[in-house]
């Protein structure tokens, strides 16, 4: 199985439009009934965060406080002692398999739709 990755940072887009991606890529996974995606946001070359990571937490946690998404897991609590993570394997085993799984990685998150 395929695991559905978003690439925002791709083309390396404005805040804006990487926001709008988001927004669409969103809203097609909940259309075909994803369990979760993986966004690729980048963490900032800086070491602090960069635009896009800092524009994509801060929607999806209005889209959490809003009850359109179930959760989201940080990429580096993205492994097997974060109970968010062994909930999603236990749904969807094949999360596993994700090259991001148990690596620390803060410039991914993912979102449990």
């Given at each position: 199985?395929?695991?559905?990755?978003?690439?925002?940072?791709?083309?390396?887009?404005?805040?804006?439009?990487?926001?709008?991606?988001?927004?669409?890529?969103?809203?097609?996974?909940?259309?075909?009934?994803?369990?979760?995606?993986?966004?690729?946001?980048?963490?900032?070359?800086?070491?602090?965060?960069?635009?896009?990571?800092?524009?994509?937490?801060?929607?999806?946690?209005?889209?959490?406080?809003?009850?359109?998404?179930?959760?989201?897991?940080?990429?580096?609590?993205?492994?097997?002692?974060?109970?968010?993570?062994?909930?999603?394997?236990?749904?969807?085993?094949?999360?596993?398999n994700?090259?991001?799984?148990?690596?620390?990685n803060?410039?991914?998150?993912?979102?449990?739709l």
């Open positions: 199985m395929n695991l559905p990755v978003i690439n925002l940072k791709e083309n390396m887009p404005t805040v804006e439009l990487a926001v709008a991606n988001l927004e669409i890529e969103l809203d097609f996974a909940r259309q075909h009934k994803l369990y979760a995606i993986k966004l690729i946001h980048g963490y900032g070359s800086h070491g602090f965060g960069g635009a896009i990571f800092n524009a994509v937490k801060i929607y999806l946690n209005k889209q959490q406080k809003q009850n359109k998404i179930s959760g989201i897991i940080n990429g580096n609590q993205w492994r097997l002692e974060n109970e968010k993570a062994r909930a999603l394997l236990y749904n969807s085993p094949d999360w596993a994700d090259e991001d799984f148990n690596h620390n803060p410039g991914i998150t993912i979102v449990i």
